[in-house]
């Protein structure tokens, strides 16, 4: 019996062929995935926290120029914990998992011997998970500009943590429970 030369070969370049496709869908899966892990913003994983004007209110500040971190922040902040966040602050900041912690910052407008709040300038959010957030204290940290969802953080560590550091006896959170 004569054999075609030609169905050996078709089998083994398929073969090599569905290998060869398997090996560059990997290829790009997995630079698809570096790309992912190198320029997704490092908090884009903290949600916006829906509802949160709901949550209790621990207090509201006012930062005017003069404060060392007027540029940034300055305004009328007020600051929301959810149920988990609360129990924290009543334990004396001590937070477990689960704890979100946001400050709503408004413009101050100074008019007729009131100040009052202007347009938002900027939502932001702390969530607390150990595990996920271990090179930022247990936190993840974004914000969010204005009233909308547009990110604001590109780096979570310097552009956030950096400066929450100074409360790190108080588990990195600035404020406190007013009683």
């Known amino acids: ?31 698809g995935l570096l790309g992912f892990v190198l320029f997704y913003p490092q908090g884009a994983d903290v949600p916006y926290p829906e509802g949160y004007r709901g949550w209790t209110h621990i207090k509201s500040m006012i930062l005017e120029k003069g404060h060392p971190l007027y540029d940034a922040f300055g305004g009328i902040h007020h600051v929301y914990a959810n149920k988990t966040a609360l129990a924290g602050y009543k334990a004396g900041n001590k937070f477990k998992d689960g704890s979100v912690i946001v400050f709503d910052l408004f413009e101050a407008v100074s ?36 009233d909308s969802r547009n990110r604001v953080v590109k780096n979570m560590e310097g552009e956030c943590f950096a400066c929450h550091m100074q409360a790190k006896e108080k588990d990195f959170v600035f404020s406190e429970y007013r009683k």
Do not use: H, Q
């Open 111 to 146: 008019k007729d011997n009131a100040i009052t709040e202007g347009n938002r300038k900027v939502v932001g959010v702390m969530v607390k998970n150990s595990k996920k957030y271990k090179n930022t204290g247990g936190w993840g940290f974004e914000g969010f500009a204005g």
């Open 1 to 31: 019996m004569l054999r075609n030369p030609n169905i050996n070969k078709n089998k083994t370049n398929g073969g090599l062929m569905n290998k060869l496709k398997f090996k560059l869908g990997l290829l790009i899966l997995s630079i």
